[in-house]
């Protein structure tokens, strides 16, 4: 769950993007994994889905890196954070998230998706056996 007040905004990255409210601090813990509230779905629960459901997983969901039998889907606004190569926030840990620097108010929050995938990015739903 997001720890910090953000607000969704239109992206100039990708569609919709997640935003600061106020300035973070570099080092402030953005965001904690809740599994009262973020949801571990066993993997095999997800591929048999079709249609808008599985659409969504796709796309806002990403492989658990303690256990592959899983995806994370996160319950919050913290699933429309977008990539960038040069990030501002760390998810390097699968369970938090720290501001790399100084972030302004207004400033949308971004992250290496690289950091979930073994080898490299895609949506779920474009990934090949």
Known sequence: MLLV????????????????RHRIPKGTLIWKL???????????TYESQTGPVKSYLD?????????????????D???????????????SSPEETYALRDIAAGEELTCNYNHFFENGFDFLGDRHP
């Open 5 to 20: 007040d953000t607000y969704l905004d239109k992206s100039s990255i990708q569609g919709i993007g997640v935003f600061a």
């Open 34 to 44: 809740d599994p009262r509230f973020d949801r571990r779905i066993p993997v095999d």
């Open 59 to 75: 796309r806002y969901s990403y492989p658990d890196r303690h256990d592959p039998s899983f995806i994370v889907f996160e319950a």
């Open 77 to 91: 606004d913290a699933r429309y954070m977008n990539h960038d190569d040069d990030p501002n926030c760390d998810v």
